[in-house]
């Protein structure tokens, strides 16, 4: 049900002109226009393809497009532009694999210089009581496994990861004074965690011991309302502490990016949460502090999974990978960098762009729909006048001018030639008596009552 229409508004004109693009481009085969009949600020010519989930219009900064079909596929938590398996229905090869994601490179990763440590976590088999594990970036860590079972390398989000039981499994890292950082001290820190429980569990800290608040803690927190946040805590030397949570929550049993920025602002006000890549609000936790009176915190050793010494409490349960610090403030750019290099990618032949639901960073914030006319059906027919959409058909218009000025409606739903009055090859449905008859050298129609055209001239 191919449509082409003539108005005398250029701004309708202009979707008769992108139907034509599509068409040709795609296979010389005029493919079903109803889908992304929108379009007027005439500002993406894929808007042709077509779709079963709907259309609208993406805007912002210096940029617009208009969308066609987007598909939520909770297979692969992405969206999809275009028909259940991310592509228009046409005849291109629509298979698309995922591919690596990128664990932190000189070549693409912001800030890189000024990583003081980094842990990809990647091994295999079962993790013995005081075996090292290894660092790409920064001292080497050791295992406390003293029970002996649970902790192990695993599948990660980026090649392997480490599993801890949440009994009695960390890592403990050398303090030295590349990573030694007092209250007023910018850092960052980035890891992927994959909890399992609810238990409250330490991601990287180089504080509390044995419930006595001391230096940094990045925490999987599940103690403050909401529950499943991740928190933030500094105390000084003096033990004066704040602490921070996110608002926003991560769910169980899923992979989620986080990465915790601090400016050295000496205030919560310089602690930043990002959740998989978008920057989460914080709460300012009850009974913690505005600011900090000391300069320098007793820290203890780094730990990943758990507190950094004493009796081992505050334990993560669940899996953790690629864990980096830096001795800067990673800005929301950057963030965004670090998500988009590691997110889940997929590859291959496909006509819409998948992007992960999960990024809603600072790059999408301003994705927004906007409904735009007509989309997914035929324009009407005359029938003794011009039939004239109205808002029963779109919520959104205004007047019922839709088809004022038309002068000449092709639906091509023809299935032979020479069906159309007077024997004529294509109906013209405006009213207008315009019919039409094929003028090319091999063009025919198709049985999705579509045209084809092959180039010749006739
Ligand atoms: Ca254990
Ligand atoms: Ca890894």
């Not at 050398?174 to 399992?196: C, E, L, R, V």
């Amino acid at each position: 049900m191919t449509y082409f229409r003539l108005k005398t508004s250029q701004s309708f004109y202009m979707v008769a002109v992108f139907g034509a693009l599509i068409a040709l481009t795609a296979s010389g085969c005029g493919k079903r226009g109803g889908g992304g009949g929108s379009g007027s600020s005439g500002s993406s010519g894929s808007s042709g393809s077509s779709g079963s989930g709907g259309s609208g219009s993406v805007t912002g900064s210096g940029y617009s497009a208009v969308l066609t079909g987007a598909i939520f596929d909770s297979t692969n938590n992405i969206y999809r532009l275009g028909s259940s398996n991310g592509c228009d229905g046409s005849s291109v090869d629509c298979t698309a694999t995922a591919v690596s994601l990128a664990e932190l490179a000189i070549g693409w990763t912001p800030q890189y210089s000024n990583i003081v440590g980094y842990w990809k976590l990647n091994g295999s088999g079962s993790i013995a009581n005081g075996a090292t594990i290894s660092a790409t970036i920064g001292p080497d860590g050791t295992a406390s496994n003293s029970n002996g079972t649970g902790m192990a390398y695993t599948t990660g989000k980026l090649t392997d990861s480490i599993v801890f039981d949440g009994t009695d499994d960390r890592i403990t890292i050398p303090k030295q004074a590349g990573n030694s950082f007092g209250t007023t001290s910018a850092f960052s820190m980035q890891a992927w965690i994959y909890p399992t429980s609810t238990q409250k569990g330490t991601i990287l800290a180089d504080g509390q011991n044995g419930g006595s608040w001391t230096g940094h803690w990045i925490n999987w927190g599940t103690s403050w309302s909401p529950n499943s946040v991740i928190a933030v805590s500094i105390t000084d030397n003096g033990g004066n502490t704040f602490m921070v949570h996110s608002s926003d929550t991560l769910a169980l049993n899923q992979w989620h990016h986080i990465i915790v920025s601090y400016s050295g602002s000496n205030s919560p006000s310089g602690v930043a949460i990002y959740l998989n890549g978008k920057r989460s609000g914080v709460t300012l936790a009850t009974g913690t502090s505005s600011s900090l009176p000391g300069s320098t915190v007793n820290a203890l050793d780094w730990a990943i999974g758990g507190e950094s010494n004493g009796a081992a409490s505050q334990l993560f349960l669940g899996r953790i990978d690629d864990v980096a610090l830096w001795n800067v403030a990673l800005t929301s750019t950057e963030v965004a960098s670090f998500y988009m290099g590691q997110f889940q990618k997929r590859v291959g032949t496909i006509v819409s762009e998948p992007s992960d639901s999960s990024n809603t960073g600072t790059i999408w914030d301003s994705l927004s729909w906007v409904s735009r006319l007509p989309f997914g059906k035929e324009l009407p027919d005359y029938n003794g006048s011009i039939q004239n959409e109205t808002s029963t058909n779109y919520s959104s218009l205004s007047t019922n001018t839709l088809m004022t000025g038309i002068i000449g409606l092709w639906h091509f739903d023809e299935t032979s030639s020479g069906t159309a009055p007077g024997s004529k090859d294509f109906r013209d449905h405006s009213g207008q008596d315009i019919h039409g008859s094929a003028g090319c050298y091999c063009c025919y129609l198709r049985s999705d009552r579509s045209v084809c055209f092959c180039g010749h001239a006739s």
